[in-house]
Every structure is written in structure tokens, then in C-alpha cells.
């Protein structure tokens, strides 16, 4: 399996796990969660071959650790980034570290500035632990910039954070009194 199959595949399940399941004919429960044989029939529909042999090696190979496969094997889901009305992932709060980043684009700062970080069409703003990845996300958009959010600050004063299973750091909205550019 090549990795430019894999990459695709990756995409193609980003799209209907996170976004746009009835793109295919595929219902997602509540936590997110697809049963594989109807993602597998549904791509079909859509002229894509998928197998489960396929779909376990985009799982076991995604960088961010996007997707989860149940322990039955089963079921499979992503596990942060959706925007469908369909899927309210019931994630434990968890008091974050004292500080987080989020990668953004140059071009969004002044509207940044005003509104604060806000989720947009996700369920939540997505922050990370450290500084490369930011910069990542962030080049997805334009000329990157880091911001750094005091997320123990904002968690003493009632702000609820998450934690994906793949690390990502959740929350619903971060203010502009609580995050500053970073290297500033
Ligand atoms: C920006 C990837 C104007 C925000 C990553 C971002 C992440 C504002 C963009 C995950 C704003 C939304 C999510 C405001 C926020 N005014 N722009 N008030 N507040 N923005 O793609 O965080 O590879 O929805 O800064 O690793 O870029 O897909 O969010 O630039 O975890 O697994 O609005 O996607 O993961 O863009 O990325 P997105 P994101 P995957």
C-alpha cells in the first residue's frame, strides 16, 4: 500500500467520519462512531475500494492518530475534528498544562483580535502541546503564527478543556484576553 493511497483514504474517511457522513448513505452514532461494513458498502456506492485491510492501515498509520477502530473491530470513528450536527463526543474535562498553542494564519489575527478563537464550523477550538505542530496547522491557512493561550488560567476560571485520544487539546472558545502571539 502506497502512501499516496493511504493519504487519500485518510482524507476520504476525515470527510465522512468528521464531516459529511450522509455524503455516502453512512450514520455516525452520538460518540461518533460508524459500523465499518456500511462505511466499507457506502464508499462503494461512491466508486471507492475499501477493505478492512485497507482501512486498518490508514488507522495504524495516521501521524495524528486520527481515527479509533473498536475493540470488536467493528465500529470505527475519528476522534476530534468533526463538524456534523450528528456526533456529540461526550469527552472527561481535564485541567490542561499552564500553557497551549494554536496554529492560525497571519491574515485572521485582527479578526482574532476581536472575537477570540472561535471553533467556526468544528465543535471546538483544537490547541496542542507544543509549538511544531501549531506552526503546522497553522501553514494550512497562509503565513503561520503561533498563539499561546493561558489555558491553566482560563480552566481556574471555568473554561472546560478536552483531551482527544490523539492528544489534540479541546475547548470551546478562548478568549483574547487569554492568549498572546507567541515569540512576543
Ligand atoms: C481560525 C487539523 C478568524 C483558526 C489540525 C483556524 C487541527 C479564526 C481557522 C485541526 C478565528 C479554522 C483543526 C476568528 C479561529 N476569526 N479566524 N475569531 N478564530 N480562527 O481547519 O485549528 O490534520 O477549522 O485559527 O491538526 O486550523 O485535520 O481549524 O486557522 O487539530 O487531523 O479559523 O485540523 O487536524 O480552521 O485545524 P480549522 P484548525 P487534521
Request: hydrophobic content about 35%.
Amino acid at each position: 500500500m502506497n502512501a499516496k493511497t493511504l493519504n487519500e483514504v485518510s482524507r476520504f474517511l476525515s470527510y465522512v467520519l468528521r464531516h459529511e457522513p450522509q455524503s455516502i448513505g453512512l450514520q455516525l452514532d452520538s460518540e461518533g462512531w460508524a459500523d465499518v461494513e456500511s462505511l466499507i458498502a457506502g464508499a462503494a456506492k461512491d466508486g471507492r475500494v475499501l477493505d478492512i485491510g485497507l482501512i486498518q492501515a490508514v488507522v495504524s498509520s495516521s501521524d495524528k492518530k486520527r481515527f479509533s477502530i473498536s475493540d470488536d473491530g467493528q465500529h470505527i470513528r475519528a476522534v476530534q475534528g468533526h463538524s456534523t450536527a450528528s456526533v456529540n463526543l461526550q469527552h472527561v474535562g481535564k485541567e490542561p498544562p499552564e500553557f497551549l498553542y494554536h496554529g492560525t494564519a497571519t491574515r485572521f489575527l485582527e479578526s482574532i483580535q476581536q472575537q477570540g478563537l472561535i471553533a467556526g464550523s468544528r465543535h471546538h477550538v483544537h490547541l496542542s502541546q507544543n509549538i511544531t505542530t501549531a506552526i503546522t496547522v497553522g501553514q494550512r491557512h497562509g503565513k503561520p503564527v503561533v498563539l499561546k493561550i493561558k489555558a491553566l488560567r482560563m480552566h481556574q476560571k471555568g473554561f472546560k478543556f478536552f483531551q482527544a485520544e490523539n492528544g489534540v487539546w479541546l475547548t470551546s472558545h478562548v478568549p483574547e484576553k487569554f492568549l498572546y502571539e507567541y515569540g512576543q
